[in-house]
């Protein structure tokens, strides 16, 4: 065991980024997800005997200092190895050329248990009041009797200032809302056993939310009918670390992750039939990848979540089994949403955890077997999802018009405009219906005095939650149709993208040309609906030089300076 803890510490530093600087010491990590208000685990992994540097070899003790935000507070900091788990003490401190709060712990390097080859972990355990952004940062010092050796950032340079030698990590909390219902809760001797039936595809998704009361869970095992064996069993480990075994399959890629004990994770199954091939996901980022052995038939797989000997719980909300025809990324877009909006995909069963009446349903896709399992009040971040707003130009005003979102979450819609970017105001506000057919529009008079228009719908939700439409940005001029953006990269070599937005649908040229005015490329003639748009300029073949690139419409021309250089 001791083992392998310490060659999965190896792997975290050998693969994973390391803050801004890919040769500092250290590998911190925190959670995605987090309600407001709530406890959680930050992560900050290194290693005392930096065997490239001699100097960080002495040292006999590692100064942690810890600065959070005001409306952070500490609760705990404890001490992970491969050997041991203590809980470090922590007292309120300071430091020069720093105002605010200032906690500080002391790790004991001069431990025998400390070797060149050990990476220890550092959890520090917090909890936030009342915000939805903050910042914690970290400032580690390596001694040696006293004597600075050496910093958690990699910089010992003498004229390096105290900002250099910080570690700035920020967090982000999210307030649950009451579309997230009721989640599935597995304690001891808990079973909840899911098995697909009747699916024929060649890209089967399976995905849900899970958040884990502890670490060291096993939370789900993927079995298969046919053969009786696990092909996969998915846990955390003593680190809260992702671990992912399987007896019959191959790991081709293994990317291990920090997945914090009580905060909620997404985790995404994408198996690939026909390629032989299974990717594991949490939270959108790939974790790992197996080469199967043998075809495995998606209705001959068991999706076990079951809880039998563990005391620890964990609970599972938003389950779906999808039968994906799009990116990965277009499932990831609709992970906190109820309705999947993906084109081409399709939700072949889903569970939302609100009633055993989702168990006792017959169902034509999937079979359920289930006891001793609870349902509890969920604040995953699952929201209702916003109206979509358009609108249609008429001759002297505005159609707004929208529909959609989760309709049977709201109470109110209020329509908000905004003159060139300005604080948005309400123009018109009106009550939900709660129903799928009904649409609703508005009528607003165009406004000469701004040249640029936003409009947006703000949907109030039962909960008294709030979520917005994207918004809608409208030209005011009479022939300033479309904004031209300045070409990135600029200088270029030898492509540059180009932007266009078009605030109505219109015929559009693009040309570029030589400053003898010469048309060098023809990069678009055609209609295009509003909108933006992006087209590439590839000047490989060209020499050295300032470019113009014309955008024009039938009422309209704009110019910009493009620069090659070679």
Same mark, same amino acid.
């Given at each position: 065991?001791?083992?392998?803890?310490?060659? @999965?510490?190896?792997?975290?530093?050998?693969?994973?980024?390391?803050?801004?600087?890919?040769?500092?010491?250290?590998?911190?990590?925190?959670?995605?997800?987090?309600?407001?208000?709530?406890?959680?685990?930050?992560?900050?992994?290194?290693?005392?005997?930096?065997?490239?540097?001699?100097?960080?070899?002495?040292?006999?003790?590692?100064?942690?200092?810890?600065?959070?935000?005001?409306?952070?507070?500490?609760?705990?900091?404890?001490?992970?190895?491969?050997?041991?788990?203590?809980?470090?003490?922590?007292?309120?401190?300071?430091?020069?050329?720093?105002?605010?709060?200032?906690?500080?712990?002391?790790?004991?390097?001069?431990?025998?248990?400390?070797?060149?080859?050990?990476?220890?972990?550092?959890?520090?355990?917090?909890?936030?009041?009342?915000?939805?952004?903050?910042?914690?940062?970290?400032?580690?010092?390596?001694?040696?009797?006293?004597?600075?050796?050496?910093?958690?950032?990699?910089?010992?340079?003498?004229?390096?200032?105290?900002?250099?030698?910080?570690?700035?990590?920020?967090?982000?909390?999210?307030?649950?809302?009451?579309?997230?219902?009721?989640?599935?809760?597995?304690?001891?001797?808990?079973?909840?056993?899911?098995?697909?039936?009747?699916?024929?595809?060649?890209?089967?998704?399976?995905?849900?939310?899970?958040?884990?009361?502890?670490?060291?869970?096993?939370?789900?095992?993927?079995?298969?009918?046919?053969?009786?064996?696990?092909?996969?069993?998915?846990?955390?480990?003593?680190?809260?670390?992702?671990?992912?075994?399987?007896?019959?399959?191959?790991?081709?890629?293994?990317?291990?992750?920090?997945?914090?004990?009580?905060?909620?994770?997404?985790?995404?199954?994408?198996?690939?039939?026909?390629?032989?091939?299974?990717?594991?996901?949490?939270?959108?980022?790939?974790?790992?990848?197996?080469?199967?052995?043998?075809?495995?038939?998606?209705?001959?797989?068991?999706?076990?979540?079951?809880?039998?000997?563990?005391?620890?719980?964990?609970?599972?909300?938003?389950?779906?089994?999808?039968?994906?025809?799009?990116?990965?990324?277009?499932?990831?877009?609709?992970?906190?949403?109820?309705?999947?909006?993906?084109?081409?995909?399709?939700?072949?069963?889903?569970?939302?955890?609100?009633?055993?009446?989702?168990?006792?349903?017959?169902?034509?896709?999937?079979?359920?077997?289930?006891?001793?399992?609870?349902?509890?009040?969920?604040?995953?971040?699952?929201?209702?999802?916003?109206?979509?707003?358009?609108?249609?130009?008429?001759?002297?005003?505005?159609?707004?018009?929208?529909?959609?979102?989760?309709?049977?979450?709201?109470?109110?819609?209020?329509?908000?405009?905004?003159?060139?970017?300005?604080?948005?105001?309400?123009?018109?506000?009106?009550?939900?219906?709660?129903?799928?057919?009904?649409?609703?529009?508005?009528?607003?008079?165009?406004?000469?005095?701004?040249?640029?228009?936003?409009?947006?719908?703000?949907?109030?939700?039962?909960?008294?939650?709030?979520?917005?439409?994207?918004?809608?940005?409208?030209?005011?001029?009479?022939?300033?149709?479309?904004?031209?953006?300045?070409?990135?990269?600029?200088?270029?070599?030898?492509?540059?993208?180009?932007?266009?937005? @078009?605030?109505?649908?219109?015929?559009?040229?693009?040309?570029?040309?030589?400053?003898?005015?010469?048309?060098?490329?023809?990069?678009?003639?055609?209609?295009?609906?509003?909108?933006?748009?992006?087209?590439?300029?590839?000047?490989?073949?060209?020499?050295?030089?300032?470019?113009?690139?014309?955008?024009?419409?039938?009422?309209?021309?704009?110019?910009?300076?493009?620069?090659?250089?070679?």
């Amino acid at each position: 065991m001791s083992k392998f803890f310490n060659i @999965l510490f190896i792997i975290i530093f050998s693969i994973a980024p390391c803050a801004k600087n890919s040769a500092d010491r250290y590998k911190i990590a925190v959670p995605k997800f987090i309600p407001i208000n709530s406890s959680f685990d930050i992560s900050l992994i290194t290693s005392p005997k930096d065997r490239s540097e001699n100097y960080i070899k002495s040292a006999d003790q590692l100064e942690l200092y810890i600065l959070p935000d005001e409306r952070l507070y500490i609760n705990k900091v404890e001490l992970h190895s491969i050997y041991q788990t203590a809980q470090l003490s922590f007292s309120q401190s300071v430091l020069e050329n720093y105002i605010g709060s200032v906690y500080k712990t002391v790790i004991d390097l001069s431990d025998s248990s400390f070797s060149p080859d050990t990476y220890f972990q550092i959890l520090i355990n917090m909890r936030s009041e009342n915000t939805l952004n903050a910042v914690v940062k970290f400032y580690g010092v390596f001694k040696q009797n006293g004597k600075v050796l050496g910093y958690l950032v990699n910089n010992a340079d003498s004229f390096l200032n105290f900002d250099n030698r910080l570690i700035t990590t920020e967090l982000k909390f999210y307030r649950p809302q009451r579309s997230a219902g009721r989640a599935l809760q597995l304690g001891k001797k808990s079973i909840f056993e899911i098995s697909p039936e009747n699916i024929e595809t060649n890209s089967l998704l399976v995905e849900f939310w899970i958040k884990l009361s502890a670490e060291d869970i096993t939370f789900l095992r993927i079995k298969n009918k046919e053969t009786g064996s696990i092909e996969f069993s998915l846990r955390t480990n003593e680190f809260q670390m992702l671990n992912l075994s399987s007896d019959q399959n191959t790991s081709v890629s293994i990317k291990p992750y920090f997945a914090a004990k009580k905060t909620w994770l997404h985790v995404s199954v994408h198996f690939l039939i026909d390629d032989n091939q299974v990717f594991f996901y949490c939270n959108g980022v790939i974790f790992s990848r197996y080469q199967v052995k043998s075809v495995i038939k998606p209705g001959a797989l068991v999706f076990d979540f079951s809880n039998l000997e563990n005391e620890k719980s964990y609970q599972i909300d938003l389950l779906r089994f999808i039968d994906l025809k799009n990116n990965i990324e277009a499932a990831f877009q609709n992970r906190s949403y109820l309705t999947f909006r993906v084109d081409s995909s399709t939700v072949l069963t889903r569970f939302r955890f609100d009633s055993n009446e989702e168990f006792t349903s017959p169902r034509d896709k999937v079979k359920t077997t289930y006891s001793g399992v609870q349902f509890v009040r969920s604040d995953a971040p699952i929201y209702a999802r916003a109206p979509e707003l358009n609108i249609n130009i008429l001759s002297s005003s505005y159609e707004l018009e929208w529909n959609g979102g989760d309709f049977k979450q709201a109470s109110a819609y209020i329509l908000e405009k905004s003159l060139e970017n300005s604080e948005y105001v309400t123009v018109y506000t009106v009550p939900a219906d709660n129903s799928a057919e009904k649409k609703y529009s508005f009528i607003d008079k165009k406004d000469e005095s701004s040249d640029i228009i936003y409009y947006r719908v703000k949907q109030i939700n039962l909960d008294g939650s709030v979520v917005y439409s994207s918004q809608v940005k409208v030209g005011q001029g009479k022939t300033e149709l479309f904004f031209l953006e300045q070409n990135y990269p600029n200088p270029f070599n030898p492509k540059t993208s180009i932007l266009v937005e @078009l605030l109505v649908d219109s015929h559009l040229e693009i040309v570029v040309y030589n400053l003898a005015g010469k048309e060098i490329a023809l990069l678009h003639d055609g209609f295009l609906t509003k909108g933006v748009h992006k087209f590439t300029f590839d000047a490989a073949d060209l020499p050295s030089g300032i470019y113009l690139c014309k955008v024009s419409t039938p009422n309209y021309t704009q110019t910009r300076k493009m620069i090659l250089t070679k």
